[in-house]
């Protein structure tokens, strides 16, 4: 007799290897979708803040780097005074809530251009934690807040090479002529980037 395979038995194996697998790959990918897009529900900032308030201590950055986001991406209808007063109060409130958390207030307080914000981020220049001061830099900065030009000026004398770095950037951003000499005090700072950032700013000034 012969040893011949049957016909269509190397199309079966196929089909049973790679082909069936697949398929059913592909099913239960498209169940987890379903779930997932059935279960999802818009976060909104009113209720991201209420997870930053209510959730664990080592999870409530993650909900504040989604409210500074959000902020970020919808432009109408949610900056509102109640918001902005809950921010504010996270990223004041030292005690409750750790450094990273109230690092993305000061970001998300840069979409309130209000002297409230403003005060606020320029309170927390002096807070302890060089992440908050920088991300506070950076939000006034972006809301054109001259009145914080004396403060930041201040920390271009600061041990932190980081601090220095975004203040000389934010003091050209600010475009006060008024800041010049005191750059040109800092254009032999040790580290390059510093150095890099006040010769910019001298640039956006005009000066020569």
């Known amino acids: 007799m012969s040893d011949a395979p049957k016909p269509n038995s190397g ?8 082909i069936f697998p697949l398929v059913i790959t592909i099913g239960m990918a498209l169940i987890l979708c379903s779930v997932v897009f059935l279960t999802h529900e818009d976060e909104t900032p009113e209720t991201l803040i209420a997870s930053i308030k209510s959730g664990a201590p080592g999870k409530r950055w993650q909900k504040a ?7 970020n991406s919808r432009k109408e ?5 109640a918001v902005l007063n809950e921010i504010v109060h996270i990223l004041e409130d030292s005690e409750r809530y750790d450094a990273k958390t109230r690092s993305y207030m000061a970001i998300a307080l840069s979409h309130f251009k209000d002297n409230e914000s403003i005060a606020a981020l320029e309170n927390v220049l002096s807070d302890p934690d060089e992440e908050i001061k920088l991300y506070s830099i950076w939000s006034l900065g972006y ?3 001259y009145s914080a030009k004396t403060k930041i000026s201040e920390l271009l ?13 934010v003091l050209g951003v600010l475009g006060d002529e008024g800041t010049v000499t005191l750059l040109k005090n800092h254009l032999n700072d040790p580290v390059v980037d510093v150095r890099w950032n006040v010769a910019l700013s001298l640039a956006r000034l005009k000066d020569a």
């Open 157 to 169: 004398n600061s041990d932190s090479p980081e601090l220095r770095q975004m203040s000389a950037y």
């Open 65 to 71: 780097f989604e409210l500074s986001n959000e902020l």
């Open 11 to 18: 199309r079966k194996l196929f089909f049973g290897l790679f």
């Open 77 to 81: 209808g949610i900056r509102n005074k």
């Open 143 to 145: 809301l054109k807040a």
